[in-house]
Structures are given as structure tokens and as C-alpha cells.
């Protein structure tokens, strides 16, 4: 099963092009951007503007990661002025699908999530997170449910493996629900980028408002890291960046939840090999090999 972000050509398709042409002046100078999975985005450099071009696949979403445009409008007109994620330029429709444009943030994505990325995590949990965008829940049962519901209907070993390695109900005091967080919904290090120590946050298309914990359990899963071809986590790693959370509440929250975490995580991706991408088989086992070291 292939994306539009694994067919994209270097130069966008034609309705793209005229779009451009209508906003932008010539020279225009294009380039596919690799690192997404779901969407094609392509960079436009012209004399007056640098933006990006972003195509969804909206057949790509999922209960974990949805792929909404108009979400991610909304995250971006949200955090104008904040420095944490790049600004809305303009929307349009084609035949293929939705195509957003944003300016261009400069920087590379991060090798593997660190101190300075859940540093800036925390500044984006400290906003009021906007309406319109999706609630998460990450109660312990509500974690459990849908492995579950990953997991249904599954007979490989992996299904087996992680029916019989169900983790127990965590017993973990909620989040007031006066102070919900703003999310970004898919903070892996491939949407992290970094320059001269600022990180900045690209892919907004699957933003949430909810416990900040379920950011961080995507920022330190070991199978986002892997599918991304992101250098793999060791559980010191980990600590050491979650050094730089700035809520240690958070944090022992987060530790409390993390095998539930981990074992939904990993029940994800045993349902995305199921469907072909076959990358994921190997990101579960990197989820549990972590996991099981604890």
C-alpha cells in the first residue's frame, strides 16, 4: 500500500502549479520534501516567498493519527506568533484531494526526541488549545480499548503475542479537566525540527486538546522512531529527555501510563503490518524490546 507522500514526483501535479502561479512570481524553484508518510508536500522558493505545498491522502487516516486539514488550519492559525509551528498561508481544493500552503520552517528534523524537543512540547501544552479540534483520552482503559480494537480480528503471532502480554489497568488520578493541554497529536522527531536550539513543529493534521501525556508517548515511542528512520531510543535516552519536560507531574503520569502506551503503540503498528506495511511489524517488536527491558 503506497501514499501520495511515497508516489510524490518533484514537481507537485498540474492544479498545484496553476494555484501557484496565481500567488506566487516566477522564478519558482520546486522540491519534494521526504520525511511524511501520508502526505506529499513540496518547498516553492520564489523571489518574494518560501512555502509549502501540502497535498493530503485523506484515505490515510486512522483512529490514532487522523489526517484533517481544516484541523490543522486551525492548529496553525492558533499558534501564529508563538514560533512553534509555521504559518498558515492559504487552502484550496484539487481533484486529488485538500492542499494547504504554509511558509516554510528552515532546520533539520531531529535525530531522536532529546531535551530540547519535549522543552518545546511543553511550551505548546502550555497554550490554550483552540476550538474545534479534536479530545484525546488516555485513562488507562480507554488505552486498553483500543489495542484492542487494533488487535481485532488479528491471528498473526504478533496479534497473539500482544493478546497474551495485555498489560493491567494503571490506577492513574486524571487530568483536571479545567486545564486540558494543547496537543500536537504526532510530535515523532521526523515533525520536530531543529535550528540554532530552537524546535519548531511541522504536520499539524492530527492536533487534540487532552492530557499532555499522550504527546509524550508518541515523542518517545521506539516504533515512531523506527518507521522514521530516527535513531532508537535507549531507556536512558528517555529519561534524559524527559528532563526537559517542565511539569515533573506530567511526567510521572506519563511514566505510570507508559506500558500502556507502549503496548497500544505496538498494537497499532501490528495492525498497520497487517495491511501491508510491513515496516511496522519490526516497529511493534522495537515498542516491546524497549517495553520489556523495563
Not at 511524511?36 to 518560501?50: E, F, K, L
Not at 493519527?65 to 509551528?85: Q, S, V, Y
Request: glycine share 6%.
Amino acid at each position: 500500500m503506497t501514499s501520495l507522500a511515497q508516489d510524490a514526483q518533484v514537481t507537485p501535479p498540474k492544479e498545484i502549479l496553476v494555484q501557484a502561479g496565481r500567488m506566487m512570481t516566477e522564478p519558482m524553484d520546486w522540491s519534494c520534501l521526504s520525511g511524511g508518510r501520508t502526505n506529499a508536500i513540496w518547498r516553492v522558493i520564489s523571489p518574494d516567498s518560501d512555502w509549502v505545498f501540502k497535498l493530503f491522502d485523506i484515505s490515510r487516516a486512522n483512529p490514532l493519527f487522523p489526517n484533517d486539514p481544516k484541523a490543522e488550519i486551525t492548529a496553525l492559525c492558533a499558534l501564529r506568533g508563538h514560533g512553534l509551528a509555521p504559518e498558515f498561508v492559504a487552502q484550496f481544493e484539487t481533484s486529488m484531494g485538500p492542499c494547504l500552503i504554509y511558509t516554510y520552517l528552515p532546520g533539520a528534523s531531529v535525530a531522536k526526541t532529546d531535551d530540547s524537543v519535549l522543552r518545546a512540547l511543553g511550551q505548546l501544552h502550555a497554550l490554550p488549545a483552540p476550538l474545534g479540534i479534536r479530545q484525546v483520552n488516555v485513562s488507562s482503559s480507554t488505552l486498553l480499548a483500543d489495542g484492542n480494537r487494533f488487535l481485532n480480528g488479528q491471528t498473526t503471532d504478533l496479534a497473539k503475542r500482544l493478546h497474551s502480554h495485555r498489560p493491567a489497568l494503571r490506577d492513574v488520578p486524571p487530568m483536571s479537566p479545567m486545564s486540558p493541554a494543547f496537543l500536537h497529536g504526532d510530535p515523532t522527531p521526523a515533525n520536530a525540527l531543529s535550528q540554532d536550539g530552537m524546535v519548531r513543529f511541522v504536520d499539524w493534521q492530527c492536533p487534540a486538546f487532552g492530557d499532555p501525556t499522550a504527546d509524550l508517548a508518541i515523542a518517545l515511542s521506539p516504533a515512531m522512531h523506527h518507521v522514521y528512520g530516527q535513531t532508537q531510543l535507549s531507556l536512558a535516552d528517555e529519561m534524559s529527555a524527559l528532563d526537559g519536560y517542565p511539569n515533573p507531574e506530567i511526567v510521572d503520569r506519563y511514566l505510570t501510563l507508559r506500558p500502556v502506551f507502549r503496548w497500544r503503540m505496538a498494537a497499532y503498528c501490528a495492525w498497520k503490518a497487517s495491511m501491508g506495511e510491513t515496516i511496522y511489524s519490526d516497529a511493534a517488536d522495537a515498542e516491546l524490546s524497549l517495553e520489556q527491558a523495563l
